[in-house]
T-cell receptor, first 113, second 109 residues
Framework: DSGVTQTPKHLITATGQRVTLRCSPRSGDLSVYWYQQSLDQGLQFLIQYYNGEERAKGNILERFSAQQFPDLHSELNLSSLELGDSALYFC????????????FGEGSRLTVL | KNEVEQSPQNLTAQEGEFITINCSYSVGISALHWLQQHPGGGIVSLFMLSSGKKKHGRLIATINIQEKHSSLHITASHPRDSAVYICAAREGSQGNLIFGKGTKLSVKP
């Protein structure tokens, strides 16, 4: 158990809909990262938050947004969903100023029909 | 051309064999990560390297910064090592990783 909790584990929805994925980092970790793993693109970095502020942005679509709340949990919002958004979405957290080890959640599997 | 390339894509080994997975990258990096993804989908961080060599149990990771190459070795492989192993190059920010496509390892008893 990494200590990073993601919900929901599975989600099935329709095209055009909006979903929210939630991540609770390990106790004490200030950084949260979101990644997408799809069959055709593999793993891709989406976005990083550090102590409530956006720190780095990767290949995140404009239809997607994220935020980190004062209690350090984070949410990834996916809107106007398309079939191609079907993927595993991972959250990871890390200790600030650490050697760089990342702790991953179990992922949220999104299926868009 | 992918910025991070792994080889082989698939690897089948017999229990007890010594295994090597290779990773080459074309970008400037501050560190390289090795990750393990289990069949159920969960990802575990194995190593983070910026130079030299690290060892954890039967796993050894090495990196050659000049040659932009890293290897993951598994000694005395076991069926429970069956998983996808992913290398990821870190540019800049800690979690901003560029991932390889993974090596699917299957260890037969």
């Amino acid at each position: 158990d990494s200590g990073v909790t993601q919900t929901p584990k599975h989600l099935i929805t329709a095209t055009g809909q909006r979903v929210t994925l939630r991540c609770s980092p390990r106790s004490g970790d200030l950084s949260v990262y979101w990644y997408q793993q799809s069959l055709d693109q593999g793993l891709q970095f989406l976005i990083q938050y550090y102590n409530g502020e956006e720190r780095a942005k990767g290949n995140i679509l404009e239809r997607f947004s994220a935020q980190q709340f004062p209690d350090l949990h984070s949410e990834l919002n996916l809107s106007s969903l398309e079939l191609g958004d079907s993927a595993l979405y991972f959250c990871a957290s890390s200790v600030p100023l650490s050697t760089g080890e990342l702790f991953f959640g179990e992922g949220s599997r999104l299926t868009v029909l | 051309k992918n910025e991070v390339e792994q080889s082989p894509q698939n690897l089948t080994a017999q229990e007890g064999e010594f295994i090597t997975i290779n990773c080459s990258y074309s970008v400037g990096i501050s560190a390289l990560h090795w990750l393990q993804q289990h069949p159920g989908g969960g990802i575990v961080s194995l190593f983070m390297l910026s130079s030299g060599k690290k060892k954890h149990g039967r796993l050894i990771a090495t990196i050659n910064i000049q040659e932009k190459h890293s290897s993951l070795h598994i000694t005395a492989s076991h069926p429970r090592d069956s998983a996808v192993y992913i290398c990821a190059a870190r540019e800049g920010s800690q979690g901003n990783l560029i991932f390889g496509k993974g090596t699917k390892l299957s260890v037969k008893p």
